[in-house]
């Protein structure tokens, strides 16, 4: 009697080199018999080698064949993605509080720059003057009536723009720059998959 087992692979992965991945940890499972179900989860797929470096691509394939040869009497059905990738988590360095804030010094005065030269291109000094001789007839070198509003509301800004405070979130809306990243991982994700899954392509010297 055949037994049927939905599966439906993650997107990706993240293990400790060395892991052994079991079915369990690439793929949600769904079978009318529980016990099937977890025996399968427990089904050894592929051990990490150093020679993965941080990526290893398993392909829907390889996940049927694995439950196949546990158990042949199983009518595997596959939903979702057809590879999954395994991201080998390695233990992240520490930096120094010199280093982070030479980083930050760095990041701060390059922003600083790049807000300086497009305010003077732009000639928003000038501007400013110019706004406030319309607002009250006088004409002087430094606005600061305007400067500083102008000053406190491109910080403001920057701040709703990318929708943070330091690490807390304002909103459950995604920033621009989060679009950005993700759009970024979803083309590397691809690549990735397409390039490092050596079932994906067929040279002529393998026949």
Do not use: C
Not at 188 to 202: A, C, F, G, P, T
């Amino acid at each position: 009697m055949e037994k049927t087992v939905f599966i439906k692979l993650r997107h990706r992965v993240q293990v400790r080199p060395g892991a052994v991945v079991t079915i369990g940890d690439v793929a949600q499972i769904i079978a009318n018999d529980r016990d099937v179900e977890e025996q399968l989860k427990t089904v050894s797929l592929y051990q990490i080698q150093p020679s993965d470096k941080n990526i290893v691509i398993i392909d829907v394939m390889k996940v049927v064949q694995a439950m196949v040869e546990r158990d042949g009497s199983l009518d595997v059905q596959t939903i979702g993605p057809s590879q999954t990738i395994i991201e080998v988590v390695y233990q992240k360095r520490r930096f120094s509080t010199a280093y982070f804030l030479l980083i930050w010094l760095l990041l701060f005065v390059g922003s600083a720059m790049a807000i300086m030269n497009f305010h003077e291109d732009v000639s928003m000094q000038e501007v400013h003057q110019r706004l406030y001789e319309m607002m009250t007839g006088k004409k002087i070198d430094k606005p600061l009536l305007l400067q500083i509003p102008y000053s406190l509301g491109l910080g403001i800004g920057m701040i709703l723009f990318f929708n943070h405070v330091f690490r807390k979130r304002i909103n459950e809306e995604p920033s621009p720059l989060e679009v950005e990243m993700f759009n970024y991982q979803q083309s590397l994700d691809q690549y990735v998959i397409l390039h490092e899954n050596k079932e994906s392509m067929r040279k002529i010297d393998d026949d």
